[in-house]
């Protein structure tokens, strides 16, 4: 990979890159079947991240403000209604996913 090619990423008009940041989030609030811990073992990221990453963006909101508003909840709430307990397998997993996340 060239890291001296330009981002096509930053060519992307905002309001194209929010429409679908919108999209992504309304599509997790929907599928809470799909857990966070499952997340990030697949991906190394989750609703929570997505939450710290529009506060490092910017977001004056603090960190439960945001989480609430990539949950579509309080944290209280997502975790009565919609948060199920970890395995051991799940954190395992979650644990191997983090370490891809370094960036060299």
Not at 4 to 19: R, S, T
């Amino acid at each position: 990979m060239d890291t001296n090619a330009p981002d096509p990423l930053e060519a992307l008009d905002d309001a194209i890159a929010a429409a679908a940041f919108r999209r992504l989030v309304r599509h997790l609030q929907h599928r809470h079947d799909a857990q966070n811990i499952d997340l990030m073992g697949l991906s190394g990221f989750c609703r929570n991240c997505l939450a710290d990453w529009i506060r490092d963006a910017g977001f004056e909101g603090d960190k439960a403000t945001a989480r609430e508003l990539i949950h579509g909840m309080s944290m209280e709430e997502w975790k009565a209604t919609r948060q199920t307990p970890a395995t051991d397998e799940q954190l395992a997993r979650m644990e191997e996913s983090l370490k891809k996340n370094k960036v060299d």
